[in-house]
């Protein structure tokens, strides 16, 4: 039987789970969206074009939304595709509401349980959640090694010849191998001490890839004690 504050943590990460497969449906749907609406405008009427060129992001989503076509007028070019641009545009709009949404519920589940996890260089609500539910029972994976094993990066040797050399594991939980890689990316634009890690294993011959990887796997043995550490607060609340 768990305690009342690991069946908490445990209602939590289902809670978690939950959301993330939602938000990844949510995401996945608005990739596929946008490309449609990106294929359209490439094939557009020039003067529709014209009118959304220099445009991006935000901004060309309200201008198309914006359009008011002739239902009347469908057979003419341009108003048929006014009104098929204007009716995906608000798809995604309403998508872009939907996942902002779903990232502060998961937010907010995160802040209560892991927010020492939360704070650290490049972590953002959805890696946070993903490596709290990978890691569930901090008592499951007693050590930082078997961590790095059940996220993917854990080392594993590929020498050939004379040449000496490990590659990471493509096994283990590929979300959280995901989430990782994207607390790296994060880290290379605002952390200045994992882009010195990172060009220090350049200098030591890794190549891009190779030198990625070693910083996933250096990210993972610098946030298991942090990810521990809440996680057993939590549990140890009365």
Known sequence: LYSSAASDVYKRQDALRALLT?????????????????????????ELRAQLRELKGKALLAR??????????????VQAVKHVLKQLASQLQDLDRQIKDTTDQIQQIVEQVAPTLLAQPG????SAAVLLCCMADPDRIRSEAAFAKITGVAPIPASSGKTTRVRLSRQ?????????????????????RSKTYYEKKQTEGKSKP????????????????????????WLDKP
């Not at 198309?64 to 070019?77: E, F, K």
């Not at 972590?123 to 959805?126: D, E, K, S, Y």
């Not at 990782?180 to 994060?186: D, E, K, S």
Request: one cysteine or more; a positive charge.
């Open 22 to 46: 939602l938000r990844s449906h949510l995401v996945n749907t608005r990739q596929r969206l946008g490309g449609a609406v990106q294929g359209m405008i490439v094939s557009a009427p020039e």
């Open 64 to 77: 198309m939304a914006a359009w008011r076509p002739d239902p009347g007028r469908l057979l003419d070019p």
């Open 123 to 126: 972590v953002g609500p959805w």
């Open 172 to 192: 283990g939980n590929r979300q959280a191998n995901r989430a990782l890689f994207t607390i790296a990316l994060n880290r290379l634009q605002h952390d200045p």
């Open 210 to 233: 190779e030198a990625i990887r070693a910083l996933k796997r250096h990210i993972c043995r610098n946030l298991y004690p942090t990810l521990k550490h809440d996680l057993q607060t």
